[in-house]
């Protein structure tokens, strides 16, 4: 065991690839798995707000009680969450080059990522908005509030929490994306899994790896310090 991590750190210290060739593929590669959250997530909070909306608008004894359609569109929420990602991925392949023209390569992973990102963040954004005090809503009512104002007042409430939602959000993606690149989508998993594994290239496997965990760790740590400063400040 020993033995290996030392061959894990001697792959940083003296790289079987030159440097200058590890450093500019981990850039594309970065800028592309960057370029497939960064839009995945925008259209995940885009269509993920509205539905975390209407799922606790619609509950019973909430402001607009549909319990049938609630079921029915929580149960279609938890099908698409129940999926897993990489078979997603190829059954959305279709549709994404209906979409955007192509099948393959960071674009294209694009559709499939949101759609996955959708209904799981629509579930965090509705725990966030569960946990606005009932008073708060009541209060907002008593002064002629309506449903509009009603709403904006429990976004604004419970802002910290839906900034957290769309930081486990945004990790996660960085973990489908990985995933995407076994079918051509690009990005760091890809160059991980077709330069780093298939052809035996250990430091290009190695370093491909740490950009994920040092790219999740950049994203949570501001993450937590947004959610501190809302927090303090609201």
């Known amino acids: 065991m020993f033995e290996e ?9 003296h790289p079987q690839t030159p440097f200058e060739v590890i450093f500019s593929k981990i850039l594309e590669s970065l800028l592309q798995t960057l370029h ?12 993920g707000l509205p539905l975390g909306i209407f799922l606790t608008m619609t509950k019973k004894k909430n402001l607009t009680p549909m319990p049938i359609l609630n079921v029915i569109l929580g149960g279609i929420v938890n099908i698409v969450r129940s999926f897993p990602f990489i078979i997603l991925i190829i059954v959305l392949l279709p549709l994404s080059k209906l979409i955007v023209g192509v099948s393959i390569g960071s674009t294209a992973a694009i559709i499939p990522l949101a759609i996955a990102a959708i209904p799981f963040i629509a579930r965090l954004f509705e725990g966030a908005f569960d946990e606005v005090d009932n008073g708060l809503i009541e209060a907002t009512k008593s002064m002629g509030g309506g449903n509009f104002t009603i709403i904006k007042m429990m976004i604004l409430e419970s802002l910290p929490s839906l900034i957290n939602a769309i930081i486990i959000t945004i990790i996660g993606l960085i973990g489908y994306s990985a995933m995407a690149g076994a079918v051509g989508a690009g990005g760091l998993g890809d160059l991980a899994l077709r330069i780093g594994y298939h052809t035996y290239n250990p430091d290009m496997l190695a370093y491909s790896v740490v950009t994920i965990i040092i790219l999740v760790q950049i994203v949570q740590s501001s993450g937590d310090i947004i959610v501190k400063i809302l927090r303090k400040y609201r």
């Open 5 to 13: 991590i030392l061959n894990f750190i001697n792959l940083f210290i």
């Open 36 to 47: 497939m959250v960064s839009i995945s997530c925008l259209l995940a909070v885009i269509f």
